[in-house]
C-alpha cells in the first residue's frame, strides 16, 4: 500500500467536501432550470415575443405566432427533461455536456438581448421576473454564467480529485 502523507488525504478531503457543495448548488440551479420551463409551458407570451425579436434581429425574417409558440413549447419541454435527466443522473457525462451548450445558448442570448436593450424581459420566466426584479437581465445573466461554471468544474471532478492527491 503506499504512503500517502496526510496532508494530501486532507485536501483531498476538502476537495470532495467542496465538490458535494457545489454538486448540490448545481441542482438548485438545475431545479430552477426546470421551474423556468414550466412557467414558460404556463405563460409562454414572453418567451413567444422574445424568440420573435430574436428572429426579426438576427434572422431578419418574420415567423409567424404559431410557430413562435411551438419553438417556445420545444424549449420549454427541453429544459426540463434537461432537467429531469440531470437529477436521475442518466448518462451523467453526456447530460452535463448538452446542458452545458443549452446553457451556452442562453447565456449567449440573454448576453444579446440585455445589450441590445430593445425588450424589456427575455422571457425566462415569464412575465414574473420583470415584475420582482427590475435588473433582471443581471440577475439572468449572473445565473447562466454561475451554472455553466458549475457544469464545467462538475464534469472536470474526477481530474480535480486526482490533483489534490498527487500534489
Known amino acids: 500500500m503506499p504512503d500517502i502523507d496526510i496532508n494530501s488525504k486532507i485536501r483531498t478531503w476538502y476537495l470532495q467536501k467542496a465538490l458535494h457543495i457545489l454538486l448540490l448548488i448545481i441542482n438548485i440551479f438545475v431545479l430552477v432550470y426546470i421551474i423556468s420551463g414550466l412557467i414558460k409551458i404556463i405563460n409562454p407570451s414572453e418567451i413567444i415575443s422574445t424568440l420573435g425579436f430574436?428572429?426579426?434581429?438576427i434572422l431578419k425574417t418574420n415567423i409567424k405566432k404559431p410557430i413562435l409558440l411551438v419553438f417556445s413549447l420545444i424549449i420549454a419541454c427541453w429544459e426540463i427533461l434537461l432537467g429531469f435527466l440531470f437529477f436521475i443522473r442518466a448518462r451523467k457525462q453526456k447530460i452535463l455536456w448538452v446542458l452545458l451548450v443549452t446553457n451556452l445558448t442562453f447565456t449567449v442570448f440573454s448576453h444579446y438581448l440585455e445589450h441590445n436593450n430593445k425588450l424589456s424581459s427575455c422571457g425566462c420566466f415569464g412575465s414574473l421576473s420583470s415584475k420582482?426584479?427590475?435588473?433582471?437581465f443581471i440577475y439572468i445573466y449572473l445565473f447562466n454564467i454561475l451554472l455553466l461554471t458549475g457544469i464545467i468544474l462538475i464534469s472536470m471532478k474526477k481530474s480535480v480529485i486526482k490533483i489534490g492527491v498527487k500534489s
Open 54 to 57: 430574436l428572429s426579426n434581429e
Open 132 to 136: 420582482i426584479y427590475p435588473f433582471h
